[in-house]
């Protein structure tokens, strides 16, 4: 359809019908125009799979048959394998589901950068690194939207953090707005033609994400060049006239008066009362209208062209363990401890709930009612089959105790009140509650402990649940829940070579045992192959490739944005800590760190040596860096590293981090063999925001050009000059 038509359509559209199709008409749907063929647009969350369906007007899940759906890792996992391909694969595969259901857009990906590990919903997200955020999403939409849908790219933005998400308000600098929480929503715009972006709930200085002027009309619009749709957050609409001048297009919200959203008949309302200029309100009104048939128009729903989607194949399936597999991140094998040998194994002891755990189901709004999830104790049983006995033993008991949505308890969902402020701040559960898990957890460890005894291995899985990792809530501090730091305390002292295996969204302290484990393995919601994938890691099936995409600190006391005392605030929070997010904080201050950004070990070795740079003249006339180096792997079998190029400015002009990641690649080599690598770095990874001529701009000098690991292993350096 041209554009002409699109503006035939518009023409023949009543204001009535107009406004039905820029507000919710449902809980996920707007309403569509039956006479001129406009089907309403349908979304559905989420992040991780398309999320089951809710009756039209409540949040009561209808209770479908046929609405289970895959289960996918989720985005710190993804993030995790520094996959690009599996990013895409990752796309695909949500974006078949989503059409397979109906769905016009999928309430997807969430790329909020983690500003402190607390955020309830850091496991939603991609990490703290706005390069890798972006380079991995912009594989992920192209894939979604291969499918005839849309995906909807959230949240917009500096929604890093869920206490008063609604009504908090962010003052960051432009430059750390610029340079760190915006590049990754640039990306999935510019080079991944994302069709929607969702405001966020948040403020940002003082005026609502979700019709925030310079936000959505001159960033977004303007400087990006976005023809999509702006959906609002669920609920984040706040105001008739800003919403309807500032760049909104579709307001959604989570209660059922749908006549009465701010862009429903307060609208038209406003018009017919003379508040607003007639047709400036009508011009913007036909605006919002034609973002949406343009969408429309994109995905064919005007054209009958449209692909069918469905559920996925065997070889989808086969990708998303292939994504859980790489996003296990290996943290510490002291001794080589890891793999274990399946075969010198008769009896093998399993503790902890989460060895137990379905996590698909929780989390808010992107929770899933997953076809199926294997968990980590059904994945080792089935890895090992009959040989081995596996005897399970929860070693510590989970009471419900942290979750906001099960403590405040009011409705079903906690989604129909989740505008209420009040009931979003933790509630501390009953104490009827505590005092049982307690009771409970005392006869679980000892249990655990005795049969650690005659065992000939133990494997410990714990870590969080989404009674932390959580929409809504964000954590208290960084601690264990459930008492698990003193089991695993206890299990170490009977069994010093207990594996540890952590699965959750978002980095925990581990101080208490850390230094006594050899063996800690990191898993985080891996979808629905999870459990078979951390199995095959375990025992060598599958040689770990994960690398944190975030750092994990020690406690939460060392995060900056906690140090300042400003996460999360109250009315407003103030990013006093700047572009010193995550490692560039770390790295720059020396603060000593748990494990680093971009950690990850392999049961094999690879050498990187022979960093060399050229400064190129790419195709678009600006100067580019071309950079080589050489891997091997030099242990004794196949595996993946993950090469990272960092810069660094020798004589910065103004504040700098002391290195940025710039480049990376995943590179899988047999064992003995040898690869040349050359990766390249566009001008954008020497430049920095100017707050004075408000622009990126590049300085002359000398760069450094770092091969290395992970932030705190440098394995090579080579030096650049970059004249303008
Ligand atoms: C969340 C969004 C979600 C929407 C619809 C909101 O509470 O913040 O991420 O897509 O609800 O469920």
Redesign the pocket.
Known sequence: MTKDKIEKLIAQLTLQEKIGMIHGNGLFETKGVERLGIPPFRTS??PRGVRKDFENDTWKDIGLSYDYASYLPCNTALAATWNRALAHETGKLLGREARGRGKDMI?AP?INIMRSPLCGRSFEYMGEDPYLVSEMVVPLVQGIEENDVSSCV??FVANNQETRRIDVDVEVSERALREIYLPGFEAAVRRGKAKGI?GA?NKLGGTHCCHHDGLLNGILRREWGFEGITVS??GGVHDTMEALMNGLDMEMSVTSDFDDYYMADPLIRMIEDGKVDRKAALAKIDEKVRHILHVMNELHMLDGERSAGGYNDYNDKAALRQTARESVVLLKNDGNILPLDRKKIRKLLVVGENANRQHAPGG??AEIKALYEITPLLGIQMLLGGNTEVVYKPGYHNEDVGNIWANTGDSENG?AD?LNQESRTAQAAPEEKIKRQREINETYRKDALEAAENADAVIFVGGLTHDYDT?GQDRADMRLPYDQDRLITELLKVRPDTIVTLVAGSPVDMSAWLADVSALVYSWYAGMEGGIALAEVLFGEYNPSGHLPETFPVCEKDCPAVALGEFPGSDSVSYGEDIFVGYRYYDTYDVATAFPFGYGLSYTDFVMTGIRAEVIEDTAQSKGVKVSFDISNIGSRAGAAVAQIYVADKCPKVKKAAKELKAFEKIYLEAGETREVTLMLEREAFMYYDETSHSFKVDAGSYMLMLAKNTEEIVDVTEIEFEI
Do not use: C, F, N, V
Request: charged share 25%; net charge negative; aromatic share 14%.
């Open positions: 969350d989420g309430l969430g959230k949240h969702m709930y957050d669920w808010g709004s989604q989740s929409e």
